[in-house]
């Protein structure tokens, strides 16, 4: 009997199948699927960059005290609206995290940068997007509790991908400094200065150090 049941089990499921398979159904639901995602994708890109304008704004030398925290305030809006479309997107959280950051809330900016850095949305970055969000979080948590030795793992990863910012070797350098490693942060600010040989903030360290900048 068991036997029977099955096979009738398997006659079903055959018949269910072709039926589909007559109609083009497993087509039609990966078309319609597909065309769901695109859509979604479409609008959380919206969304993402009407937030970099806001954010953009904000940042700008001309914004007024009160009207940079609004519009920042809009921004982290407007990336909560992206990652609600597509929580896998690092670019939205990075950008909520820089419009958390500008409005003071270090602690979230530095939750959302976790996130943005997490095995699943560091995908979406390239090399040097991951390299500038590794400086981002160094330097978020050098401002929140002076966590040193955490920040400069970011920052020894941040330089691996991108050596040509002297912000990072100079951040680098004054994390070294922290920890009395003098020669490790003679080395750091002559990478700074090598990137960028007019940085008056390097070339003074190298001279504090005892260290003369070419």
Known sequence: MVTDILMQMGLILVSVFMFLLIYNVPQKAFAKLRSYRNKTATQSKRHFVLGAQLLSQAQSEAAQSE???????????????????????????????????LQGFRTSALDSIDVALSPIAKKSLSSEEKGDALFKRAELKMGLSEQVDSAIADLVESVKLRSDNARVYGVLGECYEKKGLVEEAKKAYEEAVRVEPKWKVAREALERLGSVAN
Do not use: V
């Open 67 to 101: 009207s940079r925290s609004a519009l920042a305030q809009s921004a982290a809006e407007e990336a909560d609206k992206s990652i609600a479309l597509d929580p896998h997107d690092a670019a939205a959280h990075i950008l909520k995290a820089l419009a958390l950051d």
